[in-house]
Nanobody, 123 residues
C-alpha cells in the first residue's frame, strides 16, 4: 500500500528556512503528481506545490511563489519529495501534508496523504 512519511517540520523564526521531506513507498509513482497541501487552524486546506513525477514545470500556490521549491529525488529506489521553504512568514504556520495523486493533476482532494508535519513560524 502507498505510504507517504513526512519529516522536517518544527519551529522557526520569521525569515528562516525549513526543508520538509516525504519518503514515498508502496508502488511505482510513475504517472503520478506529487505535492504538498497545508492546513492552518480555522482555515481551509490549501495546495502549496506540486510536481509531475517525470519532471516538468512545478506548480506553486500564489502565497508561496518565489519562496518555496518542490523537488523529487529518486536515488537507489528511495523516492523522496522535498519542499524547501525560505523566507518563512507567520502565515505559513500550518500542518503540511505530503500528497500523491494519479494523473497529471494534484486533485482536491488527492488520493493519498501522509500523516502531516507541523510547521510553526514565530518569534
Amino acid at each position: 500500500q502507498v505510504q507517504l512519511v513526512e519529516s522536517g517540520g518544527g519551529l522557526v523564526q520569521p525569515g528562516g528556512s525549513l526543508r520538509l521531506s516525504c519518503v514515498a513507498s508502496g508502488r511505482s509513482f510513475s504517472g503520478y503528481t506529487m505535492g504538498w497541501f497545508r492546513q492552518a487552524p480555522g482555515k481551509e486546506r490549501e495546495s502549496v506545490a506540486a510536481i509531475w513525477w517525470s519532471g516538468g514545470n512545478p506548480y506553486y500556490g500564489d502565497s508561496v511563489k518565489g519562496r518555496f521549491t518542490i523537488s523529487i529525488s529518486k536515488d537507489n529506489a528511495k523516492n523522496t519529495v522535498y519542499l524547501q521553504m525560505n523566507s518563512l512568514k507567520p502565515e505559513d504556520t500550518a500542518v503540511y501534508y505530503c500528497v500523491a495523486n494519479p494523473g497529471y493533476a494534484l486533485g482536491d482532494p488527492p488520493r493519498y496523504w501522509g500523516q502531516g508535519t507541523q510547521v510553526t513560524v514565530s518569534s
